[in-house]
Protein backbone atom coordinates (compact mmCIF):
# COMPACT_ATOMS: atom_id res chain seq x y z
CA UNK A 1 0.00 0.00 0.00
CA UNK A 2 1.29 3.18 -0.88
CA UNK A 3 1.35 5.78 1.63
CA UNK A 4 -1.45 8.81 2.12
CA UNK A 5 1.21 11.39 1.76
CA UNK A 6 2.54 9.60 -2.06
CA UNK A 7 -0.48 9.13 -3.45
CA UNK A 8 -1.45 12.44 -2.76
CA UNK A 9 1.97 13.95 -4.21
CA UNK A 10 1.07 11.23 -7.63
CA UNK A 11 -2.44 12.33 -7.55
CA UNK A 12 -1.08 16.09 -8.44
CA UNK A 13 0.85 15.40 -11.64
CA UNK A 14 -0.32 16.47 -14.64
CA UNK A 15 -1.64 13.79 -16.34
CA UNK A 16 0.21 12.26 -19.86
CA UNK A 17 3.91 13.92 -17.77
CA UNK A 18 6.71 12.48 -18.13
CA UNK A 19 8.00 12.53 -14.77
CA UNK A 20 11.31 12.89 -13.10
CA UNK A 21 11.44 11.47 -9.23
CA UNK A 22 14.09 12.08 -7.33
CA UNK A 23 15.50 10.82 -4.54
CA UNK A 24 13.00 7.77 -5.30
CA UNK A 25 14.24 5.60 -2.94
CA UNK A 26 11.85 2.31 -3.92
CA UNK A 27 10.47 3.78 -7.00
CA UNK A 28 6.87 3.54 -5.35
CA UNK A 29 5.88 6.85 -6.60
CA UNK A 30 7.35 6.29 -10.50
CA UNK A 31 5.56 2.58 -10.23
CA UNK A 32 1.86 4.14 -8.68
CA UNK A 33 2.14 6.70 -11.62
CA UNK A 34 2.54 4.05 -14.23
CA UNK A 35 0.05 1.58 -13.26
CA UNK A 36 -2.78 4.23 -12.17
CA UNK A 37 -1.82 5.08 -15.90
CA UNK A 38 -1.12 8.96 -14.71
CA UNK A 39 2.53 9.64 -16.58
CA UNK A 40 2.97 8.24 -19.35
CA UNK A 41 7.36 7.39 -18.88
CA UNK A 42 9.35 8.00 -15.68
CA UNK A 43 12.86 8.84 -14.36
CA UNK A 44 14.03 7.61 -10.80
CA UNK A 45 16.88 8.84 -9.77
CA UNK A 46 18.86 8.22 -6.90
CA UNK A 47 21.98 9.02 -5.55
CA UNK A 48 22.72 6.25 -3.13
CA UNK A 49 23.76 2.38 -4.20
CA UNK A 50 21.38 1.15 -2.05
CA UNK A 51 18.17 2.75 -2.98
CA UNK A 52 18.94 2.51 -6.70
CA UNK A 53 19.58 -0.79 -6.45
CA UNK A 54 15.80 -1.28 -4.52
CA UNK A 55 14.55 0.97 -6.95
CA UNK A 56 15.62 -1.67 -9.98
CA UNK A 57 14.61 -4.06 -8.42
CA UNK A 58 11.43 -2.44 -7.76
CA UNK A 59 10.63 -1.65 -11.34
CA UNK A 60 11.67 -5.08 -12.79
CA UNK A 61 9.72 -6.83 -10.39
CA UNK A 62 6.39 -4.56 -11.56
CA UNK A 63 7.23 -5.78 -14.96
CA UNK A 64 7.54 -1.76 -15.55
CA UNK A 65 11.03 -1.29 -17.21
CA UNK A 66 9.92 -0.14 -20.33
CA UNK A 67 8.38 2.58 -18.76
CA UNK A 68 10.46 3.33 -15.58
CA UNK A 69 14.53 4.61 -16.32
CA UNK A 70 16.48 3.83 -13.14
CA UNK A 71 18.88 6.17 -13.01
CA UNK A 72 22.20 6.56 -10.80
CA UNK A 73 23.31 10.07 -9.85
CA UNK A 74 22.99 13.19 -8.05
CA UNK A 75 19.97 15.12 -8.32
CA UNK A 76 19.05 16.58 -11.85
CA UNK A 77 22.34 15.25 -13.35
CA UNK A 78 20.20 11.95 -14.27
CA UNK A 79 18.36 14.09 -16.47
CA UNK A 80 18.25 16.09 -19.70
CA UNK A 81 16.54 19.44 -20.49
CA UNK A 82 13.59 18.63 -21.90
CA UNK A 83 13.63 14.85 -20.87
CA UNK A 84 10.35 15.08 -18.42
CA UNK A 85 7.74 17.56 -17.78
CA UNK A 86 7.21 16.95 -13.92
CA UNK A 87 10.01 17.21 -11.50
CA UNK A 88 8.98 15.36 -8.24
CA UNK A 89 11.47 15.79 -4.96
CA UNK A 90 9.81 14.53 -1.73
CA UNK A 91 10.77 13.36 1.73
CA UNK A 92 14.05 15.51 1.99
CA UNK A 93 15.03 18.55 3.95
CA UNK A 94 14.08 21.70 2.41
CA UNK A 95 17.40 22.91 1.97
CA UNK A 96 18.60 19.66 -0.04
CA UNK A 97 15.18 20.41 -2.39
CA UNK A 98 16.32 23.82 -2.98
CA UNK A 99 20.17 23.05 -3.24
CA UNK A 100 19.06 19.99 -5.99
CA UNK A 101 17.18 22.26 -7.81
CA UNK A 102 19.70 25.47 -7.85
CA UNK A 103 22.66 23.19 -8.95
CA UNK A 104 20.20 21.58 -11.99
CA UNK A 105 18.69 24.80 -12.55
CA UNK A 106 19.57 24.51 -16.32
CA UNK A 107 17.75 21.15 -16.65
CA UNK A 108 14.35 23.09 -15.93
CA UNK A 109 14.14 24.17 -19.04
CA UNK A 110 11.27 22.69 -20.26
CA UNK A 111 9.53 21.63 -16.96
CA UNK A 112 6.07 22.07 -16.51
CA UNK A 113 5.81 21.51 -12.84
CA UNK A 114 7.12 21.23 -9.83
CA UNK A 115 5.74 19.09 -7.30
CA UNK A 116 8.09 19.38 -3.86
CA UNK A 117 7.68 17.85 -0.08
CA UNK A 118 10.21 19.16 2.04
CA UNK A 119 9.90 17.17 5.62
CA UNK A 120 11.08 20.22 7.21
CA UNK A 121 12.22 23.72 6.02
CA UNK A 122 9.63 24.43 3.73
CA UNK A 123 9.74 28.04 3.61
CA UNK A 124 13.65 27.60 1.76
CA UNK A 125 11.73 26.06 -1.16
CA UNK A 126 9.00 28.86 -1.39
CA UNK A 127 11.94 31.17 -1.24
CA UNK A 128 14.59 29.46 -3.92
CA UNK A 129 10.99 29.31 -6.23
CA UNK A 130 9.93 32.80 -5.73
CA UNK A 131 13.84 33.91 -6.50
CA UNK A 132 13.69 31.42 -9.60
CA UNK A 133 10.51 32.62 -11.46
CA UNK A 134 8.42 29.71 -10.18
CA UNK A 135 5.17 30.37 -9.55
CA UNK A 136 3.64 28.24 -6.26
CA UNK A 137 0.05 27.09 -7.34
CA UNK A 138 -0.53 24.87 -5.17
CA UNK A 139 -0.15 23.59 -1.54
CA UNK A 140 -1.27 20.57 0.36
CA UNK A 141 -1.25 20.04 4.04
CA UNK A 142 -1.70 16.16 5.53
CA UNK A 143 -1.22 14.38 8.41
CA UNK A 144 -0.27 10.37 8.34
CA UNK A 145 0.96 8.37 11.27
CA UNK A 146 1.10 11.85 13.43
CA UNK A 147 3.32 13.47 10.92
CA UNK A 148 2.75 16.58 9.51
CA UNK A 149 3.52 16.99 5.21
CA UNK A 150 3.62 19.91 3.59
CA UNK A 151 3.16 19.72 -0.63
CA UNK A 152 4.14 22.67 -2.82
CA UNK A 153 3.44 22.67 -6.82
CA UNK A 154 4.99 25.12 -8.65
CA UNK A 155 4.35 26.12 -12.60
CA UNK A 156 6.60 28.13 -14.78
CA UNK A 157 5.74 31.67 -14.49
CA UNK A 158 4.77 34.57 -12.19
CA UNK A 159 6.99 34.67 -9.10
CA UNK A 160 4.17 36.38 -6.93
CA UNK A 161 2.75 35.27 -4.02
CA UNK A 162 -1.12 34.85 -3.95
CA UNK A 163 -2.14 38.10 -1.75
CA UNK A 164 -5.46 37.99 -1.85
CA UNK A 165 -7.22 38.36 1.30
CA UNK A 166 -3.60 38.29 3.75
CA UNK A 167 -3.67 39.47 6.74
CA UNK A 168 0.47 37.51 7.13
CA UNK A 169 2.95 39.97 5.98
CA UNK A 170 4.54 38.83 3.25
CA UNK A 171 7.85 36.90 4.60
CA UNK A 172 4.67 35.14 6.79
CA UNK A 173 3.39 34.02 3.99
CA UNK A 174 6.29 32.81 2.82
CA UNK A 175 6.60 30.85 5.86
CA UNK A 176 3.34 29.68 6.35
CA UNK A 177 2.41 29.16 2.66
CA UNK A 178 -0.24 31.43 1.20
CA UNK A 179 -2.86 28.62 0.34
CA UNK A 180 -2.50 26.77 3.41
CA UNK A 181 -3.19 30.25 5.35
CA UNK A 182 -6.36 30.80 3.05
CA UNK A 183 -7.45 27.52 3.25
CA UNK A 184 -6.55 27.19 7.61
CA UNK A 185 -6.77 23.48 7.94
CA UNK A 186 -7.14 22.16 11.16
CA UNK A 187 -3.66 20.11 10.21
CA UNK A 188 -2.77 23.53 9.85
CA UNK A 189 -3.26 24.86 12.81
CA UNK A 190 -1.75 21.56 14.64
CA UNK A 191 1.30 22.19 13.14
CA UNK A 192 1.50 25.57 14.19
CA UNK A 193 0.41 24.84 17.50
CA UNK A 194 3.07 22.44 17.66
CA UNK A 195 6.13 24.75 16.24
CA UNK A 196 4.66 27.11 19.45
CA UNK A 197 5.03 24.31 22.03
CA UNK A 198 8.44 23.65 20.32
CA UNK A 199 9.24 27.42 20.89
CA UNK A 200 7.93 27.71 24.24
CA UNK A 201 10.23 24.92 25.51
CA UNK A 202 13.29 26.61 23.36
CA UNK A 203 12.32 29.86 25.83
CA UNK A 204 12.09 27.68 29.03
CA UNK A 205 15.36 26.62 28.49
CA UNK A 206 16.86 30.06 27.36
CA UNK A 207 15.44 31.47 30.30
CA UNK A 208 17.99 29.63 32.60
CA UNK A 209 20.85 30.91 30.44
CA UNK A 210 22.68 33.86 32.43
CA UNK A 211 24.84 34.75 29.00
CA UNK A 212 24.91 37.59 27.41
CA UNK A 213 24.09 36.45 23.78
CA UNK A 214 21.11 34.79 25.39
CA UNK A 215 19.80 38.15 25.59
CA UNK A 216 19.17 38.67 22.07
CA UNK A 217 17.87 35.14 21.16
CA UNK A 218 15.52 35.52 24.02
CA UNK A 219 14.16 38.40 22.45
CA UNK A 220 13.71 36.59 18.95
CA UNK A 221 12.11 33.82 20.43
CA UNK A 222 9.89 36.17 22.27
CA UNK A 223 8.91 38.22 19.10
CA UNK A 224 8.13 34.65 17.37
CA UNK A 225 5.99 33.42 19.88
CA UNK A 226 4.36 36.61 19.39
CA UNK A 227 3.88 36.28 15.94
CA UNK A 228 2.82 32.80 16.15
CA UNK A 229 0.02 33.32 19.37
CA UNK A 230 -1.58 36.33 16.59
CA UNK A 231 -1.28 33.72 13.66
CA UNK A 232 -3.19 30.82 15.31
N1 LIG B 1 11.19 10.24 -2.46
C1 LIG B 1 10.93 9.09 -1.60
C2 LIG B 1 9.77 9.37 -0.70
O1 LIG B 1 9.37 10.53 -0.61
O2 LIG B 1 9.28 8.45 -0.05
C3 LIG B 1 12.15 8.70 -0.81
C4 LIG B 1 12.56 9.65 0.26
S1 LIG B 1 14.05 9.15 1.04
C5 LIG B 1 13.78 9.66 2.67
C6 LIG B 1 15.22 10.29 0.39
C7 LIG B 1 16.00 9.69 -0.76
O3 LIG B 1 16.68 10.72 -1.44
C8 LIG B 1 17.04 8.69 -0.30
O4 LIG B 1 16.83 7.47 -0.97
C9 LIG B 1 18.37 9.34 -0.73
O5 LIG B 1 19.31 8.39 -1.17
C10 LIG B 1 17.93 10.26 -1.86
N2 LIG B 1 18.78 11.44 -2.08
C11 LIG B 1 19.32 12.25 -1.17
N3 LIG B 1 20.01 13.23 -1.76
C12 LIG B 1 19.90 13.05 -3.09
C13 LIG B 1 20.42 13.71 -4.24
N4 LIG B 1 21.20 14.79 -4.13
N5 LIG B 1 20.11 13.21 -5.46
C14 LIG B 1 19.34 12.11 -5.58
N6 LIG B 1 18.83 11.44 -4.53
C15 LIG B 1 19.11 11.89 -3.31
Redesign the pocket.
Known sequence: EL?Q??QT?GDMVKPGHRVA??????A??PTYLIQKGIASACIA????R???QSAERQVRSAGLAEYIDVRL???LS?ISPGEVDTV?????GGS?IA??LNEGCEKLAGVQQLLL?P?VGAPLVRRWLLAHGWQLSKEKILEEDGVIYEILEAVPGNPELPYEGRSLSREELVEVGPYLWQEKSPVLRKKWEQERDKLKSVQEQLQRAKNPEAEEKKREVAKRLTWMEEML
Open positions: SRLIDIGSDHYLGEVNGPWGNGVCIAGMLSIQN
